[in-house]
Structures are given as C-alpha cells and as structure tokens.
C-alpha cells in the first residue's frame, strides 16, 4: 500500500482518480513532494445553455509558487474546445515532446448521452489525468499556451492573437515535412516504433475483450433479474419455505445490483483508460514519424553538401542547425519515452489493480448477502 | 415407527454400463444397466459385514416398479424417478441419454428413489419391491402376474370424474390446486436457471481471452512483464473454474427437478380422491333412483318420467304380479345398493384419512429437503465467491508487481 512521506494511506483503487497526482509524486523519481511547485485540478462541471448551443465547462484551479505565475491561485472555466486547443498549441510548440492526449473529441449524438452524468465525469477525469501529465512534464509545463490556459479570463481574445506570442518560446516551429527519404533509423528508435505497435495493437485486444465482458455481464443480469422474482413467486405459494424462499430472491437481488456496479465501473473507469493510451500511441507514433523527417533532411542537406565537391573548410550553418535539431529532437524524446514508460507502468499497473479490486468487491458482496441467508458468515470471514 | 426397509438394508446403485441388446421388436438396442448392490446392515457391530448381493436393472425396470406401486398404493404420494431424457439443458450440457454426465446424475437419481422408497413407511414392506432388489430373474413375470395393470383407472375417467364430481374434500381440491402451481413455478424456476448458467459461463469463459493477450504483452514488456504474465496465468485459472461451478449446480437443479415430479404424485392422490367420491356419488345416485322407482311402483303415483311408466300408460297397466315381482327385484337391487354405498363411504373415509396422513409426512419431508436445497444453494454460491476472490486477489497481487 502506498502512504506519502507523512504516513497517510493513498487511495490506489481508483484507475484515474484526482488523488492519483499524489500517488505518482510518490512514486515518480524525478519530482519529491517537497519541490513540487505546481498542482492543477479539473472538477466541478457545469452545463452552459445558450441559443446557439449547449455545453460543459470545467473548472480548472492552479496552485503555484513559480514565478512564472504573478499569483499563487488561480480558478478558472474552460471547455473542451480549449483543452483541445492548448493541445493542439502544444503539439506546435514543442513538437519534439510527446503530448499527453485528450478524451476522444467526437461523439455520436444519439448513441451516447454527451450530458450524462457518467459521461461528464468521465471526461473530466480524463482531463484531469490531461493537465497533470502536462504538470508533470519538465518542459511542457513551462510552456507559454499553457500558462495563458491556466490563467487567462479570456481566453478567446488570446487565442485570436494567434501567432504573435511565439517569439518568447524562442523555438521555430515550422518543420520542414516534405518527402525526405529516410535512409537509416536509429535502432532504439525503430524499437520504439516496434514497441508502440505491438503496444497499440494489444492494448486494441484488451479493449474488445473488456467490452465482451461487459456484455455478457450485462446479458447474465438480464436472466438474473427474470431469476431472482421466481423464487419470490414460490415463497407466496409456501408457508414453511416461505422464508428461505424469499432470502434467496433478496440475494439474487443484490447480486444485481452488485454486478449493475461492477460492469458500470469497467464502463466508466477501465475502458477509457485504455482508449486514452490507445490514443497516446497513435500520438507518439507521430511524433516519431516527424523524427525520422528532422533526420532524413539532415542527412539530405549533408549528402548535398558532400556532393559539392568543394573545398569547404567547415559545415554550412543550414547543416549544422539541422544537425542540432536532429540531436535535440532525439535528445527530448529519449527523455520522454523514459518518462512515458515508467508512467504507463504506474498508470497500468493502477489500472489493472483497481479492476481486480472491483471484482473482488463483487464478489466480496455477493458472499455477504449469501452468507448472511446461510447464517454462515463466518465461513465468509475465514477467507479474510 | 417400524423400522423401515432403510434401516436394515444399504442400497446403492454403485454403476451404470451401456448394453446393446435386442428389444421386444426384435430391434436392436443400446441402453444403459445399473448396478444395485445391497447388504443386510448388521446391528451388532461385531466386525462381521454382511455380504454384498447385486444385481442389474435398466431404467425401464425402474418404471415398472414405480406404476406398480402408484396403482397397488394410490393413497401413497410415491417417489418419483429421475427424468427419463434430459430436459432444461443449458448449451454445454448434453441433450443425449447416452451423455456419462446424464447418465452418471441418472445413477444417482435412481439410487435416491429407491433409498426414498425404502424409507417410506408403507411402500418399503412390498414383495415386489424387495424382489426388485434381490431378485434377479423373473421379476418381470412376477410384476405383471400380480395384475396391478388391470386395476388401474383409465386416463379418460379419471378426467371424466375431474370434471363431474360435486362435493370432493375442500383439501384434497386445494392440494391439486398447490400441485399445479408448484409444478409451473419450478419448471419456470428450471427454466431460467438454465439461461443464467449459460451466461454465466460465458463471462467466466471471455475472461479466459486475457490470459492469452497478458502473455503477448508481457513479450514486449522490461519490467512489467513478468507480473501480466502470471496474471494472464490466473485469468486462465478463472476461466476454468466455472466448469466445476456450474456441475455442482447441476446437482441443485436435480433436487429442485424431483420435486417437480413430486408435484405430479401428489396430483395423482387427489386425482384418486376424485374418482372415488364420483363413484361414491354415482352409487348414491343410482340407489336414490332405485328407491325412488320402487315407491312409485308401490305407490302407483308417477313422480318422474320414465319411458316404462309411458308405455304402460299407453299399452295399459301391469298386473299386479308383475308389479309385484318388479319391487321385489328393486327391493333386492337396493339393499345390495346400500351395502356397496357403505363400504363405499367406508372405502372413501380410509382413502382420505391415509392419504391425508402420508401428505402430511410428505409436506414435511418436502420443506425440510427444499431447505437444505436452498441453503446448499447459498453455500455453492458461497464457495463460488471465495474462488472468485482468490483469483482476483492473486491477480491482484501479479499487478503489484508490474
């Protein structure tokens, strides 16, 4: 069981919990509770109606002692469309990073209620898990976009600006993405490629399975709840069994209950962690593509220069910027994929222990309501 | 309480062996045998065991014996037997006869009936019955020389009497009304059973697809490898459990099956109870008619109509010899009448009393074997959880690790 430093016991059975921020700071190597100087929050959702539309915002609270930040506090109300704008800044800004994703954008209207309280709470915890992986990111979260996020009452009018504040991150941005060919990978990232491959396609197994098990789970509470009554039919026609009769119809009625819990906490909890990671590969993926072009127009330009046969004392500056972009780039996304991997490793492994937890809660209560008819519980209690 | 058959003898049926044979027809047959093994039980304990005599019976044995004895005792609820073919199957259970499953719950089912028989109180002191269990040979002939076919009530007027009979005991009129309900209620309870095992193991069986996904996974995995692997290896474990499951619960259905079949024995009593209170009233008919023909004739008035009392009428009356020897010849019918409606009520009032009596020992026998079903219910389920809990708890345990 985890504990922070001062002793008290962290929450570990909730796969995406707001708590699990103080989990992985335990956890997390590089940060100590004690530096840690930026926490960000999503809660409280709010449903907007206006003529044109309808829409949820989330509150976003910012606790800080940088002094990137002219406050220590701050609370503000944001959409998707603006976490999904930083997003996509982000992805601008520091492309050599790998940028945490977002809960999917689009949802079928008709098929899922995008008002439901299931589905809101769902995605926020998925925005949360967003902004604090950001927090957590040594270099993104120093970003520029996302301190205006943070901050910002307007937001739109900072979003109009546009380009103009890109200067103070210093980083050119545009990248050349025009047919390089690639002549060489380097093996550890082909072996990353490789990895996020077989990663995504698992992980895509996972997902269909937990589903199919969803739903038998659901097709097995259909005939429990014809099951259970029938027992409550005999107990009317009986006088002496009338009793036991009825206990065994109560059980069977909180068996339902209990399953109707645990399939909906795989609905809510598990499966949107997977689809997340499913998302985060396909994003590194990409970056990785745009790798191999940093790369790919570095070898070109220094082939061109090779072929020129004349007598230069010393590489072009054009050159050797590229080759400072390659060795950056690596670099970064080295430092990320570490990053990446002993995250997922926290994330899974939480994920994976919070989903046996909730069939041994199932199952732990289905004992008591059967112990309890037996008048047996302490053949329950024995297991303990 | 005399010491019933029971106590002073085990019986087992012990095996059961496919035979092939030829059948009455001349056509051949493959049918199961069992084995019933007896042995006088010793109430000295001297170290001395009586020996084991035993001897082959096939199920349509098994049915002769029970017809035998629903219509030599129909004051008896009897036994029932085990179903003949496998009914409310789920899709993993076999449908067939010849399934070692079936046959195996069959063998089990058919030693029931017999211990069940042996303990009643009246049915375990019958010839026919001992020599079912000791005597191999000649059983048959012996069975079908006792005549009990020929005293049987035919389907159609026991339904005739069903429908016709005026003044039945209230009790015996509620018991058939029970019986019908408890029979829809457990097969509709059979029923649903059925389904929810077939889904059950379904979930159980999904599960089993992580052990193989954990395993691939755990290939491409430094550290997290080892820990998905054995987990994978516990969700196989899982996977596999609900087999054992769901064969014990069989043996559930197969308690709450017998009383379903139970349901009809006790409709069958009452259906007996109906038939001689018709006939009881028939003969009361009969006799009020009888007497009221002789007092016309004795009278000379015509109270009711009748086709003879017409035509004499018009063909002129009879003489008075005639007349004479008539009320005689009624006179005779109605005396014979009256003793017949005697006995009849007296036959009537033993019927009920007895098989009130052997209900009741019945309704007790019934709420005291559903009781222990149903708890044995709750403790199945019971163990099924705490497998259920050692296999995530282990699982659990392999994440930790990751």
Same mark, same amino acid.
């Given at each position: 069981?985890?504990?922070?430093?001062?002793?008290?016991?962290?929450?570990?059975?909730?796969?995406?919990?707001?708590?699990?921020?103080?989990?992985?700071?335990?956890?997390?190597?590089?940060?100590?509770?004690?530096?840690?100087?930026?926490?960000?929050?999503?809660?409280?959702?709010?449903?907007?109606?206006?003529?044109?539309?309808?829409?949820?915002?989330?509150?976003?609270?910012?606790?800080?002692?940088?002094?990137?930040?002219?406050?220590?506090?701050?609370?503000?109300?944001?959409?998707?469309?603006?976490?999904?704008?930083?997003?996509?800044?982000?992805?601008?800004?520091?492309?050599?990073?790998?940028?945490?994703?977002?809960?999917?954008?689009?949802?079928?209207?008709?098929?899922?209620?995008?008002?439901?309280?299931?589905?809101?709470?769902?995605?926020?915890?998925?925005?949360?898990?967003?902004?604090?992986?950001?927090?957590?990111?040594?270099?993104?979260?120093?970003?520029?976009?996302?301190?205006?996020?943070?901050?910002?009452?307007?937001?739109?009018?900072?979003?109009?600006?546009?380009?103009?504040?890109?200067?103070?991150?210093?980083?050119?941005?545009?990248?050349?993405?025009?047919?390089?060919?690639?002549?060489?990978?380097?093996?550890?990232?082909?072996?990353?490629?490789?990895?996020?491959?077989?990663?995504?396609?698992?992980?895509?197994?996972?997902?269909?399975?937990?589903?199919?098990?969803?739903?038998?789970?659901?097709?097995?509470?259909?005939?429990?709840?014809?099951?259970?009554?029938?027992?409550?039919?005999?107990?009317?026609?009986?006088?002496?069994?009338?009793?036991?009769?009825?206990?065994?119809?109560?059980?069977?009625?909180?068996?339902?209950?209990?399953?109707?819990?645990?399939?909906?906490?795989?609905?809510?909890?598990?499966?949107?962690?997977?689809?997340?990671?499913?998302?985060?590969?396909?994003?590194?993926?990409?970056?990785?593509?745009?790798?191999?072009?940093?790369?790919?127009?570095?070898?070109?330009?220094?082939?061109?220069?090779?072929?020129?046969?004349?007598?230069?004392?010393?590489?072009?500056?054009?050159?050797?910027?590229?080759?400072?972009?390659?060795?950056?780039?690596?670099?970064?996304?080295?430092?990320?994929?570490?990053?990446?991997?002993?995250?997922?490793?926290?994330?899974?492994?939480?994920?994976?222990?919070?989903?046996?937890?909730?069939?041994?809660?199932?199952?732990?209560?289905?004992?008591?309501?059967?112990?309890?008819?037996?008048?047996?519980?302490?053949?329950?209690?024995?297991?303990? | 309480?005399?010491?019933?058959?029971?106590?002073?003898?085990?019986?087992?049926?012990?095996?059961?062996?496919?035979?092939?044979?030829?059948?009455?027809?001349?056509?051949?047959?493959?049918?199961?045998?069992?084995?019933?093994?007896?042995?006088?039980?010793?109430?000295?304990?001297?170290?001395?065991?009586?020996?084991?005599?035993?001897?082959?019976?096939?199920?349509?044995?098994?049915?002769?014996?029970?017809?035998?004895?629903?219509?030599?005792?129909?004051?008896?609820?009897?036994?029932?037997?085990?179903?003949? @073919?496998?009914?409310?199957?789920?899709?993993?259970? #076999?449908?067939?006869?010849?399934?070692?499953?079936?046959?195996?719950?069959?063998?089990?089912?058919?030693?029931?009936?017999?211990?069940?028989?042996?303990?009643?109180?009246?049915?375990?002191?019958?010839?026919?019955?001992?020599?079912?269990?000791?005597?191999?040979?000649?059983?048959?002939?012996?069975?079908?020389?006792?005549?009990?076919?020929?005293?049987?009530?035919?389907?159609?007027?026991?339904?005739?009497?069903?429908?016709?009979?005026?003044?039945?005991?209230?009790?015996?009129?509620?018991?058939?009304?029970?019986?019908?309900?408890?029979?829809?209620?457990?097969?509709?309870?059979?029923?649903? @059973?059925?389904?929810?095992?077939?889904?059950?193991?379904?979930?159980?069986?999904?599960?089993?697809?992580?052990?193989?996904?954990?395993?691939?996974?755990?290939?491409?995995?430094?550290?997290?490898?080892?820990?998905?692997? #054995?987990?994978?290896?516990?969700?196989?474990?899982?996977?596999?459990?609900?087999?054992?499951?769901?064969?014990?619960?069989?043996?559930?259905?197969?308690?709450?099956?017998?009383?379903?079949?139970?349901?009809?024995?006790?409709?069958?009593?009452?259906?007996?109870?109906?038939?001689?209170?018709?006939?009881?009233?028939?003969?009361?008919?009969?006799?009020?008619?009888?007497?009221?023909?002789?007092?016309?004739?004795?009278?000379?008035?015509?109270?009711?109509?009748?086709?003879?009392?017409?035509?004499?009428?018009?063909?002129?009356?009879?003489?008075?010899?005639?007349?004479?020897?008539?009320?005689?010849?009624?006179?005779?019918?109605?005396?014979?009448?009256?003793?017949?409606?005697?006995?009849?009520?007296?036959?009537? @009032?033993?019927?009920?009393?007895?098989?009130?009596?052997?209900?009741? @020992?019945?309704?007790?026998?019934?709420?005291?074997?559903?009781?222990?079903?149903?708890?044995?219910?709750?403790?199945?389920?019971?163990?099924?959880?705490?497998?259920?809990?050692?296999?995530?708890?282990?699982?659990?345990?392999?994440?930790?690790?990751?």
């Amino acid at each position: 069981d985890l504990s922070l430093p001062n002793g008290t016991p962290v929450d570990t059975s909730s796969p995406a919990s707001s708590s699990s921020l103080l989990n992985r700071l335990q956890l997390d190597d590089d940060l100590d509770v004690e530096t840690r100087d930026l926490f960000v929050t999503v809660d409280d959702p709010k449903k907007h109606v206006c003529t044109m539309e309808t829409y949820i915002t989330y509150r976003v609270t910012t606790k800080t002692t940088r002094a990137e930040f002219d406050l220590p506090e701050y609370s503000v109300r944001r959409r998707y469309q603006d976490f999904d704008w930083l997003r996509n800044k982000l992805e601008e800004s520091q492309p050599t990073h790998l940028i945490p994703p977002l809960p999917e954008k689009f949802v079928v209207k008709g098929v899922v209620d995008r008002f439901s309280e299931e589905f809101v709470e769902t995605r926020r915890k998925a925005l949360d898990k967003f902004l604090k992986r950001i927090t957590d990111h040594p270099v993104l979260s120093f970003n520029e976009h996302f301190n205006v996020f943070l901050t910002a009452k307007d937001l739109n009018a900072y979003k109009k600006q546009g380009m103009a504040l890109l200067s103070k991150v210093g980083e050119s941005v545009k990248y050349v993405t025009g047919g390089y060919k690639l002549r060489s990978r380097p093996l550890e990232f082909a072996a990353i490629g490789d990895y996020l491959d077989t990663f995504s396609l698992k992980l895509g197994t996972i997902d269909r399975i937990a589903q199919r098990i969803i739903k038998e789970q659901l097709e097995y509470l259909v005939e429990l709840r014809e099951y259970g009554p029938v027992y409550s039919t005999w107990g009317g026609l009986e006088v002496e069994l009338s009793e036991p009769l009825e206990g065994v119809s109560a059980c069977i009625g909180n068996c339902c209950t209990a399953l109707e819990e645990l399939s909906e906490d795989m609905t809510e909890d598990f499966l949107p962690v997977l689809r997340e990671y499913i998302l985060y590969a396909e994003s590194m993926k990409n970056v990785l593509k745009k790798r191999d072009q940093v790369q790919a127009e570095y070898e070109a330009k220094l082939e061109a220069v090779a072929l020129k046969k004349e007598d230069r004392p010393k590489v072009p500056t054009d050159v050797e910027k590229c080759q400072d972009r390659v060795e950056c780039f690596n670099a970064d996304l080295k430092a990320d994929m570490e990053r990446w991997q002993n995250n997922k490793r926290q994330d899974f492994r939480q994920l994976l222990m919070g989903m046996a937890d909730k069939n041994i809660q199932y199952y732990e209560k289905v004992c008591v309501t059967f112990g309890d008819l037996a008048g047996i519980r302490e053949v329950y209690f024995s297991l303990k | 309480m005399e010491d019933c058959l029971a106590k002073k003898m085990e019986i087992t049926v012990s095996e059961a062996e496919k035979r092939t044979g030829r059948n009455a027809m001349n056509i051949q047959e493959t049918y199961t045998a069992y084995l019933i093994e007896t042995r006088a039980v010793e109430s000295q304990s001297e170290g001395q065991c009586a020996p084991v005599e035993s001897l082959w019976r096939r199920y349509s044995e098994f049915e002769l014996l029970r017809n035998y004895l629903s219509v030599t005792y129909p004051h008896i609820v009897v036994p029932p037997l085990p179903e003949k @073919r496998a009914d409310f199957v789920w899709h993993k259970l #076999s449908a067939d006869n010849m399934d070692p499953d079936f046959v195996e719950r069959r063998r089990i089912g058919l030693e029931n009936f017999l211990l069940r028989v042996a303990s009643h109180p009246v049915l375990c002191q019958d010839k026919i019955f001992y020599s079912f269990l000791t005597q191999e040979g000649g059983w048959k002939e012996m069975v079908n020389e006792t005549g009990f076919q020929l005293k049987a009530d035919s389907r159609l007027k026991a339904l005739n009497a069903t429908f016709r009979v005026k003044n039945p005991d209230k009790r015996f009129t509620e018991l058939k009304h029970y019986s019908d309900e408890l029979q829809s209620v457990i097969s509709h309870l059979l029923r649903v @059973r059925a389904r929810v095992a077939d889904r059950l193991y379904g979930v159980y069986k999904v599960h089993g697809n992580y052990g193989r996904v954990f395993s691939e996974w755990s290939a491409i995995e430094k550290e997290m490898g080892d820990g998905l692997q #054995s987990a994978g290896h516990h969700m196989d474990v899982y996977a596999a459990s609900i087999d054992d499951i769901l064969e014990e619960e069989e043996h559930y259905a197969d308690q709450l099956k017998e009383y379903l079949f139970y349901a009809e024995a006790l409709r069958a009593v009452c259906r007996k109870h109906e038939l001689m209170q018709y006939d009881l009233e028939m003969a009361a008919q009969d006799l009020t008619s009888k007497k009221q023909q002789c007092e016309e004739l004795a009278t000379g008035t015509v109270r009711t109509f009748s086709l003879k009392g017409m035509t004499s009428k018009l063909f002129g009356q009879e003489t008075p010899e005639q007349r004479e020897a008539k009320i005689k010849v009624l006179e005779e019918q109605i005396q014979e009448g009256e003793e017949q409606l005697k006995s009849k009520n007296l036959e009537g @009032r033993d019927f009920v009393k007895s098989a009130w009596a052997d209900i009741e @020992r019945f309704k007790e026998q019934k709420n005291h074997d559903l009781k222990e079903a149903l708890i044995s219910y709750a403790v199945m389920q019971i163990s099924m959880c705490k497998k259920g809990i050692q296999v995530w708890t282990n699982a659990k345990e392999c994440f930790s690790k990751m």
